[in-house]
């Protein structure tokens, strides 16, 4: 490796690759530094099973959804994305279950049979709203950003802009109330999925609703609003975009590890490497940031308030064959699908507060929310020789500690209790398991190199101008960081404006 570089990126994560791709093709002499033997960061393909050593699985990030198009045409790298249809799946342990999908008529004679004409006027009502909000504000994503009052201002529909603000300040449960669904179950599922999802908070808790409005931004071509699956895995995306970088003149040093950035951008790697750059371009987590250089009190004071532990509990599966749901037997496309695995409708909305309330607690809550997903059945090319299936659930919340035990203690044991929930769904699931890859909050961050293991870096309750600047204290260091804006996701605009910003910067 030259000891010169115009820019060196510190992590090859999918924002990482962007950064690098946009500033190799600008002209500059690029390196990437990955500490992983692989690139991807938690965008990997990966084949984790002992026992079912030949099926490949999405370990981390498991769905494309937030990417904008503009970006991937931008970029020229085509990354190819399978639609789910239907894309959500809300089964019961009696005969209830709705699909949502492309097929309205179908969703209504659903929702009327299994729900109330309420609920399904009060769906309408919130897609119609969050899909014109999705399209006023998207534009802002590849751009610096603004205040949250601001955006409102100069991108959001006068009607919508109250809404809009609400939204991302106040917590999800006062969003969907506006809407006037009967069901707690439905408003639970949309909380959970979208409020949520990789987030320290509750039904209750300021910022939830942000986190609701980033998970809604889904504008791939075909998706018509939803998370669609990338063939071959999530590591497709982040091998194309650095093969890309690659082709654009980038370097990428796998097994590099930066130990810490000097002024002047002399940077030293663990193995006693020095590298000299006029920038650079950190895609590690704002934490791991702060012990690579020296930076100002007050810098530091506001990425300490950013501090969440991950709440995320992975398990990967790897099964015989297929479930069967009580109450939809037959396979109607659901295992495709999001499938959301909620308490019983009388007890979702106590059940949900307690375990929020168990997590804060330290314990590990009886029925935490899960998402369910076999994405085999969409992509069969990740299938093994023996026709095994990928699966995983997808659990929040967790404690990232435990009270009085650990994890290594608990753990298969509360694998154990998670299966059992969805023998509830679906008897028999827990005798299809080959094999398990189980990612607490502690092996999330072990195994993909994440802080305090939070999948979003920081807490999507942050958004637009809130978030981490691009631009540090420090001169010529940069983030690229899930933590700016827009969010945590696989999105990519991160490591497209700290790039645009740097190139700015150098003049070019």
Partial sequence: MKNQADVVVVGAGHNGLVAALMLARGGLDVVVLEDKDAVGGAAKTEKPFRRVPQLATSTGAYLLGLMPPELMRKLEVEIPVLRRDPHYFLPTTGKRYLMFGSNQAEMKVQFLAFFSEQDWRANQALQKEIGEIRDDVHRTWLEEPLGIEDTAEKYVRPALRKPFVDLCRK??????????????????MYAVTDGFSGLTGDWDTPGTGMNFLVHNMCRLPGADGTWMIVKGGMGTVT???????GKAGARIETGSEVARIEPGMRVHLRDGRELEAKAVVVNADPFRMTKMAEFPADYLKRIDRYKRDGTTFKVNLALKGLPRFTCMPEDRGQFGSTMHLLPDEADVMREMHEAFADVKAGRLPKFPTIEWYVHTTVDPSMKDPAGHHNSALFVQWVPYELKGTTWDAEEESYVKRLLEICDRFAPGTSELVADTFPLTPPKIEKHFGISRGHIHHVDNAFGFADRLPYSTPVQGLYSCSAGCHPAGSVIGAAGHNAAERVLRDLGR
Avoid at 171 to 188: C, I, N, T
């Fill in 239 to 245: 091998q194309r975009l650095a093969e890309a970088a």
């Fill in 171 to 188: 917590p999800v449960g006062q969003y969907l109330e506006r809407f006037g669904f009967k069901s707690d179950l439905l408003k639970a």
